[in-house]
Structure formats: structure tokens, C-alpha cells
């Protein structure tokens, strides 16, 4: 909602003012198509050439969750809680229980109680793989951190891909819109004999570029990659709530400890509160 509200401002803020001050949009309006072809069709050429198949295929997804915003709420926050709460509790008191729910985690009555979560393939893999683990004595708490901090380090490198991407588009926009302008001064100057009404329109044409190039860079690209990465960044710290109640686990602290510890890792604004919790948590084995 609010992206879209930036571009509409963005736009009226920026022609609205031109406008205001006098200014003409026939030559911008008759030279942005040609502009336009020049400038994004290098950058989405270069784009093409400077990125893997990952990156181009995650892109259209990652302009999408900028707009849509991070995706874990303080709801799921709270699921992921109780989640981690059932499965230690079965750890400790029935290990070969465990076994049915890290194994087939598709049909478990536990993860299948939280579809969200169960939909999600890296948390479902994060906490099932961790849990293996466990039950195969590889136990030690600092080594199953240090693999779980390895894990997210590179969950980190490859989300951040397309914010990178994007970025490095932003910055040599400018350079493109140059580009477009030099071609419109190349065209301008091959009509010198014309006179100086048609040259300044064919002048102000070619300035378009440079506009074009700066507009985009700054106006719509950069943000959405810094928006982009905003996102992203809050969306990984879900994966660092689950790390630290299996940590937690791990050092056999109480369960309730435990989730207690996850909650105080999550973000002030979708941290669900203490007696929220503990309700969700009071109704859990109330239902077991």
C-alpha cells in the first residue's frame, strides 16, 4: 500500500513541479518512448547478462514481497512458539515419538495444525533437520549453533541476491541515461543546419535521457532494492527465533524457557506478548 503510494507521489511531486514552473511536457512526453527503449532495454539486457538463472527467476517474486511486505506476522510468530513448544516436549518425554513428526512432517498432527508454517519448506527443513540431528547424539549445543549459524548465513547470501541485483541496476542507470542523452546530442548535432527552434527541441530530447536515467535510479529502482532487502531482512529473523529455542532446547533448559527465549529474540512490533503466549501455551496441554 504505502509502495504505492510513494510512486503516486513521486510522480506528482516531480511533473507536478515541472509543471508549476513553466515547464512543457510535449518534448518529454514525445521523446520518453524512445528514451525509455534506450535506457531499460540496456538495463534489462545487462541485467540478463550480469545474473544467474536464480536471480532472474526470483526477481518478479522479490519486486512483488517488497510491495506486499514482510511475511511473517506476530500471529505466526506465535505458531512457530507452540510449534517448537509441542516438538521439544515430545523430545524430552517420547524421543521415538519424535521420530514420526521430524520424519514426515506432511502428516504430522503437529506441523499440520500450522499450515503457514508447514508451506514454508526452509522452516519445516530448518527445525526437522535440527531436530535429527539431535536424536542422532549430535547434541553438543555450541556445534549444532555453529551449523545453524552456517546455515543461516547462507539462507542470508542467497535471499539477498536480487536486492543486490536490483541495486547494481540502480547505480548504472544513470550512467544509461548518458548513454541515451550522448545518441540525442550524436542525432541533434547531425541536424546543425536546422534552425535553433528545432534544435532546442531536439536538445531538450536528448536531456530526457539523462532525466530518465537519474529519475529511475533514485526515483524507483534504488528504494525498491533498499524496500526489497527491508523486507527480507525481517522475514530472516524468523529463522533466528527457531535457532534460538533449539539452542535453548539443546541446553536443556524448560520448555517454556525455551520459548520464552525464541519470544525475546522476535521483533518489538510483531512479538506477541507474554500473556498471549502463555495462554496459547496454557491451551496447548490443556488439549495434550
Known sequence: MFGIVGIVVTFVMVFGGYILAG??????????????????????GSYLLSNDSYV???TLSGIVQAFKGPKWTESDHQDVLCLMFQLLKIARENPVGLEQHVENPQESSIFTAYPRLLADHEVVSLITDTLRS?????????????????????????????????????????ALGIVAAVLGVIKTMSSIDQPPAVLGK???????????????????VAPL?????????????????IKSVLIAGLHQHATTLCVEVGRQTVPDHVRPSFDTLETALRDLKKAA
Open 134 to 174: 539431535a536424536s542422532l547424539n549430535y547434541d553438543d549445543p555450541y556445534q549444532v549453533e555453529e551449523m545453524l549459524s552456517r546455515r543461516l548465513a547462507t539462507l542470508r547470501e542467497e535471499a539477498m541476491h536480487v536486492p543486490h541485483a536490483l541495486q547494481t541496476m540502480a547505480d548504472a542507470l544513470p
Open 23 to 44: 515547464g512543457k511536457m510535449g518534448v518529454i512526453l514525445y521523446s520518453l518512448p524512445f528514451e525509455m527503449m534506450i535506457i531499460m532495454g540496456a538495463a534489462v
Open 225 to 241: 532494492a533498499s524496500r526489497l532487502s527491508g523486507v527480507i531482512k525481517q522475514d530472516l529473523v524468523f529463522f533466528d527465533v
Open 202 to 220: 531536439m536538445i531538450g530530447g536528448a536531456l530526457v535521457g539523462t532525466f530518465l536515467g537519474v529519475f529511475l535510479a533514485y526515483g524507483f
Open 56 to 58: 532472474l527467476k526470483h
